[in-house]
Structure formats: C-alpha cells, structure tokens
C-alpha cells in the first residue's frame, strides 16, 4: 500500500492550498482517511479525518471553518482544502489511512511520505 501526497507549497498568509493523497495498491477497504502535520519541534497532530460513509468528519480545533477534508473512495483519493492559512500552519502534512488489505484483515495505519507547507508572514 502507498500513499503519495501533492499540493504542498509556500503561500503567503490568507491564501490557500489543497493537498492531495492518491493511494494505491491492495486494498480492501478503506475506513478511515485524514491528515496529520508535523511542524518542527512539535508532536504529529491529527489535522482533519473522514469516516468510511465520506459524511462524517473532524477537525483539529485551530482549522475548523478554514481547511475541509473530503473523500474520492472509487478513485482512493483524500483531499485536504486550506483556506485563510496562518503561519502556524506551517508543518509537514502527512496523509494517513486505516486501511483492511483483505475481509479477513483488521486495520491497518498506513502513512505517506509527508508534504511541505510553509505560511510566509
């Protein structure tokens, strides 16, 4: 299973990007599909997830009302829409998924290799 992330930059503050995550690879299903980040010295932070029905969503509270995650299940593509960025969201962006390979497989985490978004003050 791979995940390739796209769409990173630099931008100046209040503009926007949108982040892409193309999965491929054996894959039975896929449950959940979101986005992390990374800024140096900083934990991994979940940013914004999608549930299986691509309905159900949530978000760190700092974007809420500024970025919007969604979901392409037939093609197995996440998107992350940031808008009005700050330079506190400034971090690698990382694509996750949970992911079952077969019926008979539990979940599992799968990560991709992360996506660079700087936010110039």
């Known amino acids: 299973v791979q995940l390739v992330e796209s769409g990173g930059g630099v931008v100046p503050t209040g503009g926007s990007l949108r982040l892409s995550c193309a999965v491929s690879?054996?894959?039975?299903?896929?449950?959940?599909m979101g986005w992390y980040r990374q800024a140096p010295g900083k934990e991994r932070e979940v940013v914004a997830g999608i549930a299986k029905n691509g309905v159900a969503t949530t978000y760190l509270d700092s974007v809420t009302g500024r970025f919007t995650v969604s979901r392409d299940s037939a093609q197995k593509m996440v998107y992350l829409q940031m808008n009005s960025l700050k330079p506190e969201d400034t971090a690698v962006y990382y694509c996750?998924?949970?992911?079952?390979?077969?019926?008979?497989?539990?979940?599992?985490?799968?990560w991709g290799q992360g996506t660079q978004v700087t936010v110039s003050s």
């Open positions: 996750n998924i949970r992911a079952q390979t077969s019926y008979a497989n539990g979940d599992n985490s799968y």
């Open positions: 690879g054996r894959i039975f299903a896929i449950n959940f």
